[in-house]
């Protein structure tokens, strides 16, 4: 394979010198143009190698190539690319970053340095750039493909996990609009319209949902949600959580609605027993807060306490709640 491998050489070295030996017998102005092909013709030269390694698994020996292809030609996206994919295999994953981001300047369509990128920066555990390069590739095929269903779904996604609700609402309105008896969508919008406190159009839409399917026990439950958050119809938010619950009788989430239901009717003792329920199926920092608010209800301090320090424990940060926990502690200060 050596004597292989030394031939193929030999014969890109002699090709080369032709190269150069025709620039010789130019005019001037035709010189500068030769030297510019013999450029090229090295930069080819180096990238064939560098192809031939990498079919070869050779991969430290392609990367020199390509190096040097680099020399001659630094704006070919091809041989930047080619760079990238080389580091990351031998894990120089700084050297596969500089080399990708190049792709994007020389060739902002190319999508293959964006998976490729992403897939270092979760490996990297910095995945907001992740996010970032999936967001970039998704929008490029939304652009391309705009009836592409799935495309909106994951970006509406991406954006929801990353708290971008306006984002996210974008698209799936935009899946509506294709799609506009789908009450999975329909679900997912009246949620993130409830998320950025949009109740006219929460209620309406899963209210829509409901009414197209009977049965949909997320739209059932959230709507219920809604409505015992805001103090508002909680007869019917008692019925459609019950309804939930009826579909899917053993969700921890449906039966912390339920219970915080009970909560806003003044039923303390059932809400408990409904929260004590949700407890056993689902860890939650919403529930463990709600149960709070209830012994709280019952003047049973102690109990407070400790279910609203559990709820920060798993959410920190609950501004709200930090403010309870301060209160309750003023409280029992005076009252001893």
Known sequence: MYNYMRGVKSTITTFCLFVLMISVFCSSSEAFLYQEKLATSKSVAHYAMGQV????????????????????????????LRLG????????????????????????????????????????????????????????????EPQNIDIYAYLGQLYYSQKKYAQAIEQFETLLSLQPDNVDIMYILGSLYFETSDLSNAIETLKKAIKIDPGHDGSLNTLAFIYAEHDMHLD???????????????????????????FKK???????????????????????????????????????????????????????????????????????
């Open 266 to 336: 003044g039923l303390f003792e059932e809400s408990l027993d409904s929260l004590r329920e949700a407890d056993k199926y689902l860890n939650d920092p919403i529930i463990y807060d709600h149960m709070g608010d209830v012994y709280y209800h019952l003047s049973q301090y102690d109990d407070a306490f400790k279910y609203w320090k559990l709820s920060l424990e798993l959410l920190p940060d609950q501004d709200k709640l930090i403010k309870k926990i301060e209160d309750l502690k003023i409280k029992k200060q005076v009252s001893n």
């Open 53 to 80: 390694y990498d079919l070869l698994g050779l991969t430290k020996w392609a990367i020199l190539e390509y190096e040097a292809a680099a020399k001659f030609d630094d704006s070919s996206y091809l041989i930047h």
């Open 85 to 144: 994919v080389d580091y990351a295999r031998l894990n120089m994953l700084k050297e596969a970053e500089k080399e990708l981001k190049k792709v994007n300047i020389f060739n902002p369509d190319e999508l293959q340095s964006h998976y490729l990128l992403a897939l270092i920066y979760s490996s990297q555990k910095d995945y907001s750039k992740a996010t970032d390069e999936y967001e970039l590739i998704l929008k490029k095929f939304s652009s391309s």
């Open 236 to 262: 019917e938010a008692l019925h459609l959580a019950r309804q939930a619950l009826e579909i899917s009788p053993k969700n921890g989430a449906y039966l912390d609605s339920l219970g915080w239901v009970y």
